[in-house]
C-alpha cells in the first residue's frame, strides 16, 4: 500500500472511530456502526470479515470498542491504522469522563439530563440489536446444527450458570478445536 494512501486511511479511522465514539456509547453500537462505515460505505471489508473481527475483538481483553478499533485499523491500515483508530475511539469518552466528573452534581441532579440519557438508552438498545442480529444471519447462513446448538449452549451458560463468560470462552475454543480435528480426520479417511 502506498504511503499516502495509509495516511489518507489513518485520518479516515480516526475520524470515523471518533464521530463514532461521539455519538455510540457503547461498546458492541459501535460495532454496529462500524460495520455500516467500514463494510458498506468505504468496502474495506465483507460482511464475514467484520463478522470475523467482531468475533476476534470480543476474545480480547478490554473493551470491545478499543478491541475491534485496532483490529479494523490495524487491517486497513497497519500499524499507524491500529494507533489512529484507537485514538479516535478513547479520546471522547476520555474527555466526557473528565467533564462528569467536573460537573456531576450539575448532572446527577439535572432533570433534562435524565430524560436524554434515558431516550438513549433506546437508540444503543436499537444498534446492539442490529449487532446480534447482523452476528445471527452468518449463523443462519451457514445452516448447520452445529452452530444453533453452540448459540443456544452459550446463551443458557451465560443466564442459567453464574460462571465468568471467560470460561465459556474456553469451552468455545476447546469444542471449535476439537471439531477442526474430527473435519481434519474425516476428510483424511474419505481420501
Known amino acids: ?31 454496529s456502526v462500524y460495520r455500516n462505515r467500514f463494510v458498506e460505505k468505504y468496502h474495506w471489508f465483507t460482511k464475514d470479515e467484520m463478522d470475523d473481527y467482531v468475533a476476534l475483538a470480543q476474545s480480547c481483553p478490554g473493551p470491545v470498542a478499543v478491541s475491534s478499533s485496532m483490529i479494523i485499523g490495524y487491517q486497513s491500515a497497519g500499524f499507524l491504522g491500529a494507533f489512529a483508530a484507537v485514538l479516535g475511539v478513547i479520546i471522547p469518552p476520555f474527555v466526557m469522563m473528565i467533564l462528569v466528573t467536573y460537573f456531576y452534581t450539575f448532572i446527577s441532579t439535572n432533570r433534562t439530563v435524565r430524560i436524554f440519557i434515558t431516550g438513549m438508552q433506546a437508540g444503543v438498545c436499537a444498534m446492539l440489536l442490529d449487532v446480534v442480529l447482523g452476528m445471527f444471519k452468518g449463523i443462519v447462513k451457514m445452516n448447520k446444527w452445529f452452530y444453533y446448538a453452540m ?7 451465560v443466564k442459567l450458570s453464574g460462571i465468568s463468560v471467560f470460561y465459556l470462552t474456553l469451552i468455545c475454543i476447546a469444542i471449535a478445536i476439537i471439531r477442526y480435528f474430527l473435519i481434519v480426520r474425516k476428510a483424511g479417511e474419505n481420501l
Do not use: C, P
Open 1 to 31: 500500500m502506498k504511503e499516502e494512501n495509509i495516511w489518507k486511511k489513518a485520518w479516515l479511522l480516526f475520524i470515523n472511530t471518533f464521530t463514532v465514539s461521539m455519538t455510540a456509547n457503547s461498546g458492541y453500537a459501535i460495532v
Open 151 to 157: 448459540v443456544l449452549f452459550s446463551f443458557l451458560f
